[in-house]
Nanobody, 122 residues
Framework: QVTLVESGGGSVQAGGSLRLSCTGPAGTCMGWFRQAPGKEREGVAFIYTISGQTAYRDFVKGRFTISQDNAKTTVFLQMNGLKPEDTAMYYC???????????????????WGRGTQVTVSS
């Protein structure tokens, strides 16, 4: 059983920053997702842990950065320039695959953390 634990969420004002962490065994792909009340869970960013290649959704490009530590036991999501619409529960997820095909598709991820709440006020 794989356990992923997110931390670093909190409440900030618009324009502020937060750094989320996800600790646990690193899959081939590590993703950050979010889910706002009444909305579907959506991908935010992912990292291909073997090469460090990253990808972002358009609505966070230039503001969020996903990274991993050298030991590959922690994945980070640095969030700058936060907006009220970024308010959501943020989840990290791990996927093991033999192919280099990380994606934002939630069903492709094998394990999920319980989430950390991010609230951005205007």
């Amino acid at each position: 059983q794989v356990t992923l634990v997110e931390s670093g969420g909190g409440s900030v004002q618009a324009g502020g920053s937060l750094r989320l962490s996800c600790t646990g065994p690193a899959g081939t792909c590590m993703g950050w997702f979010r889910q706002a009340p009444g909305k579907e869970r959506e991908g935010v960013a992912f990292i291909y842990t073997i090469s460090g290649q990253t990808a972002y959704r358009d609505f966070v490009k230039g503001r969020f950065t996903i990274s991993q530590d050298n030991a590959k036991t922690t994945v980070f999501l640095q969030m700058n320039g936060l907006k009220p619409e970024d308010t959501a529960m943020y989840y990290c997820a791990a996927r093991w695959t033999v192919r280099r095909d990380c994606s934002f598709i939630t069903d492709e991820y094998n394990y999920w953390g319980r989430g950390t709440q991010v609230t951005v006020s205007s």
